[in-house]
């Protein structure tokens, strides 16, 4: 194997935003800074704060300023686009206000010509001037190099929801996805419903892509903030509750579940208290005003974001995990629900299934009847909830930050023409959504 391989990560993101996924991931990457090998990682930083990455990084990792945004002769909704990467700001509103239309993969309508991808390619282009042998694109954002490429469009919720998208963020979208997976030598998916979105969408050769989900994010390295503490802090009930971690984006399905508790309470004398925690997007005044419509102010509490240390004490003090969102190429709180011996229910949809494995209770979230079904299961059913904690406690083992990162690694190999050691092939090869042990599953319809 060659001596050094020098692999480029673009990491020009902030931890700050409207995204839960943004520090999940680079975690996840951050781990291949600990594998023995050949190999050396630059993480590129976003040009005004490339520092904050080494709060997540081990020491000694090389990180630099990515080139400043401005600095780039391209329009004004790509410069956004770009400076935003895989976000869905709470700016989404300024989105509106650019008033543009553009031509979707769906309608083929457009107002304007169709917007060109990349900018032009300079003769020696960022990346390649840093001397890498492969460069790795994790978010949604790509730029167009000689050196062979890795690529993430994580997932393809605008073909499914176009409903909670302006035309511009899918414009913008689909103006990316397809001409970044075909540039790309690999493109990398969480799950086998992604794969055959981008396989069926694009028209992709399968071989090209390849499936790694993102493992399950470190727990905080401080001791978990004490509940007693957390209810005084927030005015928490004593009573069971369940959580909820996501961030109130319109597809998390915020508003289904509040319905679903006013039912059970009205129809079957059913109280169930809920946690909610995530960044208040703008969607955030529609959910407020519909938790005042069904009367459950006394009973469902919204922190936004929290330390993680915090958000570990909930996860461990709460009854059950609940998660009706209704897309989701790869869901944290899952992993994040069985690392804390929490027994988790989900969405019966897109990635979800397989991901849980029958580690969860699965129901349909477009049906109010059906969501409010499994809450009066997960919370009556202490049988049910120990069983799902033996599942999940055994599901979480077929994840982990090293074989994920160790497989990312043996991309950079492939995409570089090294030749592949043993380990390599066979986490190339690995089907991580198999079915393990945990065989078996409950579904609601």
């Not at 975690?27 to 904050?52: I, Q």
């Not at 938790?291 to 570990?312: A, M």
Request: hydrophobic share 40%.
């Amino acid at each position: 194997m060659k001596e050094r391989l020098r692999i480029a990560l673009n990491a020009r993101l902030k931890p700050d935003g409207g995204s839960g996924g943004v520090v999940t991931v680079l975690r996840a990457l951050a781990a291949l800074a600990t594998l023995d090998g050949p190999e050396e990682y630059v993480f590129v930083g976003p040009h005004d704060s490339p520092e904050w990455l080494r709060s997540i990084l081990p020491p000694g990792q090389t990180v630099v300023r990515g080139p400043a945004p401005a600095g780039r002769s391209v329009s004004r909704v790509e410069s956004f686009k770009q400076a935003l990467g895989p976000l869905r700001p709470a700016a989404r509103g300024l989105r509106r206000v650019l008033g543009a239309t553009v031509q979707t993969a769906e309608s083929g309508a457009s107002g304007l010509a169709p917007l060109k991808p990349f900018a032009p390619t300079s003769p020696k282009n960022f990346y390649e001037a840093l001397g890498c042998d492969v460069v790795h694109f994790p978010f949604q954002s790509y730029e167009h190099c000689r050196l062979p490429t890795v690529y993430n469009p994580h997932d393809l919720q605008h073909l499914h929801h176009p409903e909670f998208f302006t035309p511009v963020e899918i414009g913008l979208r689909e103006n990316l996805h397809p001409v970044a997976c075909r540039a790309a030598h690999t493109v990398v998916v969480a799950s086998e419903f992604v794969k055959r979105d981008v396989v069926e969408r694009y028209r992709i050769e399968p071989r090209k892509i390849q499936v790694i989900p993102w493992a399950p994010p470190p727990l905080p390295d401080s001791p978990a903030t004490d509940f007693t503490t957390l209810r005084g802090k927030y005015g928490l009930s004593e009573r069971p509750f369940a959580l909820y971690p996501a961030m109130l984006w319109e597809h998390k399905n915020h508003v289904r579940l509040l319905e679903a508790l006013a039912l059970l309470r009205d129809r079957d004398g059913l109280d169930i208290r809920f946690v909610f925690t995530g960044y208040k997007t703008d969607f955030w005044p529609r959910v407020e005003r519909r938790v005042g419509e069904l009367g459950l102010g006394g009973r469902v509490t919204f922190l936004d974001l929290i330390p993680r240390e915090e958000l570990s004490a909930l996860y461990r003090a709460a009854q059950f995990v609940f998660i009706p969102t209704l897309y989701e190429a790869a869901s944290a709180p899952l992993f994040e629900g069985w690392q804390h011996g929490t027994p988790v229910a989900c969405s019966s949809v897109t990635s979800l299934p397989e991901q849980a494995a029958g580690a969860a209770l699965l129901f349909d979230p477009f049906d109010v009847e059906a969501v409010a079904r499994a809450l009066a299961r997960m919370a009556t059913e202490e049988g049910l909830r120990e069983e799902l904690r033996r599942r999940g406690a055994r599901r979480l083992g077929d994840f982990s930050l090293e074989r994920t990162a160790k497989a990312y690694r043996a991309v950079y190999r492939r995409a570089a023409g090294l030749k592949l050691c043993e380990e390599d092939h066979w986490l190339l090869g690995w089907d991580w959504m198999r079915r393990s042990e945990t065989a078996g599953r409950w579904d609601i319809g």
